[in-house]
């Protein structure tokens, strides 16, 4: 089915493992995007792809890793997952700038 | 610094009356302005949005209203319905920004029947 999706659904790791998180999307939107939820805080934004091989960062970026060697997936990387790292992860594209968002159902991390 | 403020954490209406969520920027280079919904287990989906050359964008039971000079936006819901019940985020963009869209923090609006 067309759309964006988002693996796991849930996850559950330790302190200090890596762990990845993975957004599939099938209608070669140029952009992508990966936020994380937390309450009080809304939604920011990790980092941001406006095509593949090209990444930058957002407003909370550290601690994180991204990559997108092909249009339409982008993995986000947590190295060494930390507590403060528990929060819903979103993936999101759009087709070009200035078009709405789509957004994956998400991730819910928990780090112990 | 929060650059888009949604004040009210919560809202609650009945049924058939207006709901009106409220949201301020403080960035005066935000020229684009979008309104998404938010279910439980959900991602947000895209709801309305507005560009700055506008002070008012109509679809159906929704309509965002831009003040351009108070740096606020709003956005109506006529009648309210029970199915409307959700977390409503703003965001603001910036055409010298890519457009990559900065969220408030979500307003979570209940409307009771």
């Known amino acids: 089915d067309a759309g964006i999706t988002q693996s796991p659904r849930y996850k559950i790791t330790e302190t200090g493992r890596q762990v990845t998180l993975m957004c599939h999307q099938t209608?070669?939107?140029?952009?992508m995007f990966w936020y994380r939820q937390d309450l009080g805080h809304g939604l920011r934004l990790i980092y941001y792809s406006a095509a593949a091989d090209i990444t930058d960062k957002g407003e909370v970026p550290d601690g994180y890793v991204v990559s997108r060697s092909k249009t339409e997936n982008f993995p986000l990387t947590l190295e060494s997952a930390t507590r403060s790292q528990t929060s819903v992860y979103f993936c999101?594209?759009?087709?070009?700038?200035?078009?709405?968002?789509?957004f994956g159902n998400g991730t819910r991390l928990t780090v112990t | 610094d929060q650059q888009v403020k949604q004040n009210s954490p919560s809202l609650s209406v009945q049924e058939g009356r207006i709901s009106i969520l409220n949201c301020d920027y403080t960035n005066s280079m935000f020229d684009y302005f979008l309104w998404y919904k938010k279910y439980p287990a959900e991602g947000p989906t895209f709801l309305i949005s507005?560009?700055?050359?506008?002070d008012k964008n109509e679809d159906g039971r929704f309509t965002v209203f831009l003040n351009k000079s108070a740096k606020h936006l709003s956005l109506h819901i006529v009648p309210s319905q029970p199915g409307d019940s959700a977390v409503y985020f703003c965001a603001a963009a910036s055409s010298g920004g890519s457009y990559i869209p900065t969220f408030g923090r979500g307003t979570s609006l209940i409307v009771h029947p």
């Open positions: 999101a594209s759009s087709v070009q700038g200035n078009s709405p968002l789509h």
């Open positions: 507005i560009s700055s050359i506008k």
């Open positions: 209608w070669s939107h140029s952009y």
